[in-house]
């Protein structure tokens, strides 16, 4: 296959290939430290920094404890001590200070900081969270990185949080949440935009192509509900359905069938958090 082949776009999904989502293509993660490896380094220094603060504190209290108590002859040496502390402090402050010079927004447009999440994610058994042209990928979201922000979005939601260890256990706490599974409302959503495209009329197989252009159809809305986000609601969808039937509100039940487009290789190829490949073309409601 090539490489247009597993990067093919939804509106290119009648042509007889296979879109892949969920394929991660090698990169170079280049030179330097990594964020993760300079925000230990960060941390190591700013508990220095902890130490100076707790012996000032302490040293405060006792200057505080003298003068309350009126301890005249101790004072003066206890207000000296308390200065050489505060400028331990300030000192300590100023070497962390100094000592970041990490070039986030380069890292982040790099593309080194979704390879260091990708490859964190796997070596601590956060399985299929993969780079979708440069997004995160990992049920049940979609990670995006602003570099101008210096933040990241799952699933529309800002996160400032951008440690590489942090988001990995977020993306843990995300894919083992109860609330992943609740599908009710993009249920409804599809089953909308299915009846729009049928005139109303259900048990017709409709191409996952042709919702999407109607999920997206007010202006600039393809940029805030990416493809990728649309074929991760079908994985969802498709993977409750696995559990048990899913019906509407109007008791239409949804099912995906397979369908001789997606036999002959025209589909999207959606590749799961445990490495499944599978195949999506078509959507169908069907009053029970």
């Given at each position: 296959?090539?490489?247009?082949?597993?990067?093919?776009?939804?509106?290119?999904?009648?042509?007889?290939?296979?879109?892949?989502?969920?394929?991660?293509?090698?990169?170079?993660?280049?030179?330097?430290?990594?964020?993760?490896?300079?925000?230990?380094?960060?941390?190591?220094?700013?508990?220095?920094?902890?130490?100076?603060?707790?012996?000032?504190?302490?040293?405060?209290?006792?200057?505080?404890?003298?003068?309350?108590?009126?301890?005249?002859?101790?004072?003066?040496?206890?207000?000296?001590?308390?200065?050489?502390?505060?400028?331990?402090?300030?000192?300590?402050?100023?070497?962390?200070?100094?000592?970041?010079?990490?070039?986030?927004?380069?890292?982040?447009?790099?593309?080194?900081?979704?390879?260091?999440?990708?490859?964190?994610?796997?070596?601590?058994?956060?399985?299929?969270?993969?780079?979708?042209?440069?997004?995160?990928?990992s049920?049940?979201?979609?990670?995006?990185?602003?570099?101008?922000?210096?933040?990241?979005?799952?699933?529309?939601?800002?996160?400032?949080?951008?440690?590489?260890?942090w988001?990995?256990?977020?993306?843990?706490?995300?894919?083992?949440?109860?609330?992943?599974?609740?599908?009710?409302?993009?249920?409804?959503?599809f089953?909308?935009?299915?009846?729009?495209?049928?005139?109303?009329?259900?048990?017709?197989?409709?191409?996952?192509?042709?919702?999407y252009?109607?999920?997206?159809?007010?202006?600039?809305?393809?940029?805030?509900?990416?493809?990728?986000?649309?074929?991760?609601?079908?994985?969802?969808?498709?993977?409750?359905?696995?559990?048990?039937?899913?019906?509407?509100?109007?008791?239409?039940?949804?099912?995906?069938?397979?369908?001789?487009?997606?036999?002959a290789?025209?589909?999207?190829?959606?590749?799961?958090?445990?490495?499944?490949?599978?195949?999506?073309?078509?959507?169908?409601f069907?009053?029970?």
């Amino acid at each position: 296959m090539t490489a247009e082949a597993e990067r093919l776009p939804l509106e290119m999904a009648d042509e007889p290939a296979v879109a892949e989502v969920g394929a991660r293509q090698p990169r170079e993660l280049g030179e330097g430290p990594s964020l993760e490896e300079a925000l230990v380094e960060l941390d190591r220094s700013l508990g220095v920094t902890l130490k100076a603060q707790a012996a000032a504190q302490r040293q405060l209290k006792r200057t505080l404890d003298a003068a309350r108590q009126g301890r005249l002859r101790e004072l003066p040496a206890a207000l000296d001590a308390l200065v050489e502390h505060a400028r331990t402090l300030t000192q300590a402050a100023l070497n962390v200070r100094t000592s970041w010079s990490f070039d986030v927004p380069a890292y982040l447009e790099s593309g080194r900081y979704l390879a260091e999440v990708v490859e964190l994610a796997e070596r601590t058994g956060l399985l299929g969270v993969r780079e979708i042209d440069g997004q995160l990928y990992s049920f049940p979201v979609v990670v995006k990185v602003k570099p101008r922000e210096l933040a990241v979005e799952l699933s529309r939601k800002q996160e400032r949080g951008m440690r590489p260890s942090w988001l990995v256990g977020r993306l843990r706490k995300l894919r083992e949440s109860k609330s992943s599974n609740n599908v009710s409302a993009l249920l409804e959503a599809f089953e909308r935009a299915y009846l729009l495209l049928t005139h109303g009329q259900d048990g017709r197989a409709v191409r996952l192509r042709e919702l999407y252009n109607v999920l997206v159809l007010r202006p600039g809305q393809s940029r805030e509900y990416s493809q990728t986000e649309f074929m991760l609601d079908v994985y969802r969808l498709d993977r409750a359905a696995g559990q048990e039937p899913l019906r509407t509100r109007a008791g239409r039940e949804l099912s995906f069938p397979a369908s001789t487009g997606a036999k002959a290789g025209q589909g999207i190829r959606l590749v799961t958090e445990t490495g499944e490949e599978r195949t999506y073309h078509s959507i169908r409601f069907d009053s029970r």
